[in-house]
């Protein structure tokens, strides 16, 4: 009889099971009504639909046989008996048996595990305490820079090209000593054949005297026939040979000697400044003057920025210059500034490095635009403000000023700061000029 699946099977029946077991008033009906009296037992079922005749699988169709598994070894059982003695210990059919003889397991360790083997016993049985030798072959030494080995080729090489350098050792009886502290030629003495083959010497030489006072006799170097030399001092305090180099040396100092040089004094142009420059050209010349109030004027442009923000004067960069010792000079200064606020006025003035005689001078410009604002000073760093700047970018004053020097060189500076809390930018285009009155 064939097999049938439940789920063949509910579709067909449910539609006439399902009437007769549930209630036909809607969910909500259930809900709300009370619970009631058991009522009495229902009538038997209907009898059921026979069930299909059950399936048989077939082998080929519904199964298969499996792969024949990886045929077994006979070395772990062989090993567990012959280990553990196994079948000794758990004879068969026997129920009771004394363990004492079982060795626990290790963690770590196999049943198989070999320890220790045959060959490393075989091992530590031929091992001998170690015995350092006497000497070492020399290959096994290793050499460097400061420590090497000299083979007898090497030393015979060394020796043949001592041979070529024409040294003869001396001989083993000699004392060696009293060669050492006897009198020898300095290093650098130049040879004999090589002084008499100087083309002056061998002149003198040839020219030497031909009589018995040719230095021969008693009468040498010790009559008016001797040589005589107005320098005869300063030879005499030579106390180093003179050598083909030294000669050389000589002969170029000397003719060195023979040029004009400049006075020992002398200064460097390139050391020379623009200032030393400026204060050489002053006063009258054959041909023309500096003096006088003239158009000369001496301009100096400022190629950068200078920013202050303090009220305290700080020197405004490049514009700057060296006033001669009692000189009298006219001084004009165009500053062109930018302000962090118009409410921010500019502090401007001149300042001397040294004590002066007069500098009286004045420092005009717009408080607000067509609203000039102006004020003086007498003395060095003497500040002049404004209580405001017409612009914020772009303002223009101007100072006129009178410098009667004293005694000594003044170096003068244009100076600056912000009238109130702020900052004064003196910017690149602002002008320096001066020229000399006297």
């Keep these: 009889m064939a097999t049938r699946n439940i789920r063949d099977v509910l579709p067909v029946i449910l539609p006439d099971i399902l009437p007769t077991i549930l209630p036909t008033e809607p969910p909500t009906t259930w809900i709300s009504t009370l619970k009631g009296e058991k009522g009495n037992p229902g009538d038997p079922g209907l009898p059921g639909i026979p069930g299909q005749n059950g399936y048989t699988p077939v082998k080929g169709i519904d199964y298969f046989d499996g792969n024949p598994g990886i045929p077994g070894s006979d070395a772990n059982v062989t090993l567990h008996e012959s280990t553990f003695n196994h079948l000794n210990i758990h004879a068969p059919g026997s129920d009771n048996q004394d363990l004492s003889g079982l060795q626990p397991k290790e963690t770590g360790k196999g049943l198989s595990t070999n320890d220790y083997s045959t060959l490393e016993q075989t091992k530590l049985a031929g091992l001998n305490n170690y015995v350092h030798p006497v000497s070492h072959s020399p290959s096994i030494i290793t050499q460097d820079v400061s420590n090497r080995f000299v083979s007898d080729i090497e030393k015979e090489t060394w020796g043949g090209k001592q041979n070529a350098l024409g ?56 009559n008016s026939l001797d040589h005589s030399h107005s320098n005869k001092a300063t030879l005499d305090s030579v106390q180093e040979a003179l050598t083909t180099v030294l000669k050389t040396n000589y002969d170029t100092g000397y003719t060195h000697s023979q040029v004009a040089h400049a006075p020992s004094n002398a200064q460097k142009n390139s050391d020379i400044t623009k200032a030393e420059i400026e204060a050489k050209l002053i006063g009258d010349i054959s041909t023309h003057t500096h003096g006088g109030v003239s158009s000369n004027f001496i301009t100096i442009l400022k190629t950068g920025t200078t920013a202050n923000s303090t009220v305290n004067l700080a020197d405004c960069a490049d514009l700057t210059f060296v006033a001669t010792a009692n000189k009298t000079y006219l001084i004009e200064v165009f500053l062109i500034w930018d302000s962090s606020a118009t409410t921010v006025g500019i502090k401007a003035t001149l300042s001397a490095s040294a004590a002066i005689t007069t500098l009286a001078g004045h420092f005009i410009t717009d408080a607000a635009a067509g609203t000039p604002d102006s004020s003086s000073f007498n003395a060095s760093d003497t500040v002049t403000t ?10 223009m004053g101007k100072i006129y000023a009178i410098l009667v020097n004293s005694s000594s060189s003044n170096t003068i500076k244009v100076r600056f700061a912000a009238e109130t809390t702020g900052t004064i930018t003196i910017k690149a285009g602002s002008v320096l000029r001066y020229t000399l009155l006297n």
Aim: proline share 5%; no cysteine; net charge negative.
């Design 386 to 395: 404004t209580s405001a700047s017409a612009f914020t970018a772009g303002n």
């Design 167 to 222: 040294f003869t050792p001396e001989p083993a009886n000699v004392n060696i000593q009293t060669h050492v502290i006897s009198a020898h030629a300095p290093s650098n003495a130049v040879a004999l054949s090589t002084v008499k083959a100087d083309s002056e010497i061998a002149d003198a030489i040839s020219k030497r005297h031909s009589n018995s006072l040719d230095h021969s006799n008693s009468l040498d170097h010790s």
